[in-house]
Nanobody, 124 residues
Framework: QVQLVESGGGLVQAGGSLRLSCAAS????????MGWFRQAPGKERAFVGS????????HYADSVKGRFTISRGNAANTLYLQMNSLKPEDTGVYYC?????????????????WGKGTLVTVSS
């Protein structure tokens, strides 16, 4: 059974940093693209960034470029999101996603597997 479990969310002041983790299990994700989405209260789920399995190319939403960094652990079944210079508008539930065929897609409907999310709250 495929499972994605996010962790690392919490409350942080504007300008601070957080590192989210996603632990994937149930199969090998070494050939999957993995990504992060977020959903702010009252808004639709939005693409944050992704990392393809080969050659590990990353893509980011314009709103987080230069502040957020996606990486994968050595085992490939772990995904990270380093978030720096956080802003109140970064507040939301952050979801980990994985898909075997997507190279890059900002559409949530393109992704097969999802975690349950972790809440990030950035105070001003």
């Amino acid at each position: 059974q495929v499972q994605l479990v996010e962790s690392g969310g919490g409350l942080v002041q504007a300008g601070g940093s957080l590192r989210l983790s996603c632990a994937a299990s149930g199969r090998s994700f070494s050939t999957y693209t993995m990504g992060w989405f977020r959903q702010a209260p009252g808004k639709e789920r939005a693409f944050v960034g992704s990392i393809a399995w080969n050659p590990g190319r990353t893509h980011y939403a314009d709103s987080v470029k230069g502040r957020f960094t996606i990486s994968r652990g050595n085992a490939a079944n772990t995904l990270y999101l380093q978030m720096n210079s956080l802003k109140p508008e970064d507040t939301g539930v952050y979801y980990c996603a994985a898909d075997p065929t997507v190279y890059v897609s900002s559409s949530p409907g393109s992704w097969d597997y999802w975690g349950k999310g972790t809440l990030v709250t950035v105070s001003s």
